[in-house]
């Protein structure tokens, strides 16, 4: 038969329909499918060092045959796996602490590559970072030279197809599946950028001569990546410019003035800066939708103030929708102090409120008696009607799914979006989860705030931490404790947040201990926090659900235990919980022993967006996508940041062809415009809410 792209996985000669079933726990379906399967890693096996000749101290790659494996112990309960490889030469043995599992893989008779450092351990041994399994033991071996001498590829495995198995039938069919490829990317624009043709980068990558053949390939698939979502993005951004027939503000100074002569505080030349740019937007004719991306406490509030009160001086309501009603309640208390002087109260709408206030909330909303409101998802319900919505401003606007967002924006005709987010992404992760919104940054912090300061301690200084929580506490601050985990039984070796709110009371009578974490529900830990804002909990201990939480400047301490198992980004939104106030700050990184450079490099900044970059280079582009991942952006080769020049490059021929040929209506574009469609299907319905 005729093989097509899109012919089944099972037609192709040494799979069948047994193999095919396989193929299908790997999303592999079809002949395209298989192609596009990709080695998630290489082993470089271009140069076999003889076991003999692999001295202390070289990292090598090797092959031998299994000659004796085991399992052994040591005096603090780890399982080390150990193998002794054999080769003309002569004998090393290889060891994988922690990985007793191993001796289900690897057994007696079985030819391995194994590739890593050796070290002197009772004689030479090599701790491996990856191995190869080139040969079975039962009889089916390939012979050493087979894949010695070759960049390995190491595919995504599954039960019944190992990767050796994935690697021979892709290398068997390779040249057949190219000849079916097409390359969509215009031969002048692959030169200028000096990028290889398709089928010649899907080769580098499947049977790669070098490790930089290999990477070179990848480029070229990573830039058809973010070449794609950039497509999708800039053309989004450039209908929604032409389509969004949104309110034209007028500029009236009646007031905004009042407001910036009523300010107890200077605005930083950011906040200053944000406020121009959202202006510009609202009084455009086009929808203003501008995300605000600014650190912790670096005053995102009051510039959304400024544009809530350019849509009422204009006749229009604004909304402010929080993912909680705590931060809710923190904006309109916020909210309430600085319109006091102008005379405006914020209206409140929360689901906790009596049937009776939130029905007269509703009647105010509709007949336009409150002109800023504030709420959370109550304001999404049906019964919420508004007299005239011009501004919706969202905060922490990842929180909310799409629908969500729709639904509020739907509530106006038309009404200009302001998006908030107290995460600080690097500018090559904003331009590709972001691209299709206008950006506003803020990175000062506004005078006044107290300066955090981080330190890392061991479990040797546990004692010396409590005491100076002890001593703050005495001072009349107050406290926050993180731990990753609530119940000890969870995780045997990691400190829990009840053990520990249950020890500090017993140590500590005389103060009031608070403890939230993520069962317990939601009322009962809103009355703790509350508790803890109001001056009635001295310490809270908690799990990561205040990372998004509550102002209260009389917080000056943050201890976090285990902060190794807390991503960067995530260590900084918990820091950001104190320095809310005018006093120094702490923030205290409780290690049991080792302190990782990972930590100490967080420790050394309070940049959030420094931090970003130092996060999304420790756990790459997937960890960090986050909800809008979940809605179509799969990105399986591009690296950020080190591909931020092809996302540039990417950015500008995506503008290209975007300023050429609006509509992706021609030949070309039309095929540009199924490809990134196939690859991101639910991309633009993202686009069309933020």
Request: hydrophobic residues 40%; glycine residues 8%; contains cysteine.
């Amino acid at each position: 038969m005729t093989v097509r792209l899109d012919t089944s996985v099972q037609f192709l000669k040494g799979i069948g329909a047994r193999r095919a079933e396989a193929f299908t726990r790997l999303g592999i379906r079809t002949v395209r499918d298989l192609l596009w399967h990709l080695p998630h890693r290489y082993v470089d096996a271009s140069t076999v060092t003889p076991l003999a000749r692999a001295r202390v101290g070289d990292d090598v790659a090797c092959v031998g045959r299994v000659v004796d494996t085991g399992v052994q112990p040591t005096r603090r309960g780890l399982r080390i796996f150990r193998a002794v490889l054999r080769d003309d030469s002569g004998v090393l043995e290889c060891a994988w602490p922690g990985q007793a599992f191993l001796d289900r893989t690897i057994h007696v008779g079985q030819l391995l590559l194994v590739a890593g450092p050796v070290r002197f351990y009772h004689g030479r041994q090599m701790a491996p970072r990856e191995f190869v399994i080139l040969g079975d033991a039962d009889g089916e071996d390939e012979p050493a030279g087979t894949d010695a001498g070759k960049v390995l590829p190491v595919y995504p495995a599954t039960e019944g197809l190992s990767h050796k198995i994935i690697r021979g039938l892709i290398d068997r069919h390779l040249e057949t599946l190219l000849g079916l490829t097409r390359d969509h990317m215009p031969e002048p624009q692959r030169l200028r950028l000096g990028l290889p043709a398709l089928d010649d980068a899907l080769r580098a990558v499947h049977r790669p001569h070098s490790v930089d053949q290999a990477e070179q390939g990848r480029r070229r698939l990573a830039f058809d990546e973010l070449f794609d979502l950039q497509l999708m993005l800039v053309r989004a951004r450039a209908l929604a410019k032409r389509a969004r027939g949104g309110v034209a503000f007028e500029i009236r100074r009646e007031l905004t003035s009042r407001l910036k002569d009523a300010l107890p505080f200077t605005l930083t030349a950011d906040q200053r800066q944000a406020i121009r740019e959202i202006t510009a937007d609202m009084i455009a004719p086009e929808r203003m939708h501008r995300l605000l991306m600014g650190d912790v406490g670096t005053g995102k509030t009051v510039v959304a103030l400024f544009a809530m009160l350019l849509a009422v001086e204009n006749d229009y309501q604004a909304a402010l929708m929080a993912p909680t009603e705590l931060l809710a309640e923190q904006h309109g208390r916020t909210l309430e102090t600085l319109l006091a002087p102008l005379g405006i109260t914020p209206e409140l709408l929360l689901g906790r409120q009596t049937a009776r206030e939130k029905s007269e909330a509703r009647s105010r909303l509709a007949d336009g008696r409150s002109r800023i409101i504030v709420g959370t998802h109550a304001l999404l319900q049906e019964t919420v009607s508004f007299h005239r919505l011009g501004l919706v401003v969202i905060d922490e606007q990842h929180r909310f799914g799409v629908e969500q967002r729709a639904t509020l924006i739907g509530k106006g005709d038309t009404p200009d979006v302001l998006l908030l987010s107290a995460t600080p992404i690097p500018r090559s992760l904003a331009l590709t989860l972001y691209g299709d919104l206008d950006i506003s940054t803020l990175r000062e912090r506004p005078p006044g705030r107290g300066e955090v300061r981080t330190a890392i301690r061991t479990g040797a200084h546990r004692d010396r931490v409590l005491e100076f929580v002890r001593d703050s506490c005495r001072a009349g601050r107050q406290v926050y404790i993180v731990l990753p985990v609530i119940e000890e039984s969870e995780r045997a070796d990691l400190r829990a947040a009840t053990t520990m709110a249950q020890r500090l009371g017993a140590r500590w009578p005389d103060l009031r201990i608070g403890l939230v974490h993520g069962r317990m529900k939601a009322d009962e830990r809103d009355q703790i926090m509350r508790g803890f804002r109001n001056g009635d909990v001295d310490v809270l201990v908690a799990t990561t659900v205040i990372e998004v939480g509550i102002d209260v400047p009389n917080a000056t301490v943050m201890v976090v235990e285990h902060p190794e198992r807390f991503g960067l980004a995530q260590l900084h939104q918990l820091r950001g919980r104190v320095g809310r106030g005018a006093e120094e700050s702490h923030s205290i990184l409780l290690v049991e022993d080792r302190v990782l450079p990972r930590l100490e490099a967080f420790a050394a900044t309070t940049d959030g967006f420094k931090v970003a970059e130092l996060d999304l280079a420790e756990r790459g582009m997937g960890d960090l996508i986050g909800a809008r991942q979940s809605g179509g952006f799969d990105l399986r080769q591009a690296r950020l940041p080190q591909d931020a020049d092809l996302l540039s490059q990417a950015r500008a021929l995506a503008s290209e062809v975007i300023q050429a040929d609006p509509g992706l209506e021609q030949p070309e574009g039309r095929a540009m415009r199924q490809r990134a469609l196939a690859r991101y299907p639910k991309a633009m319905e993202l686009f069309r809410v933020g």
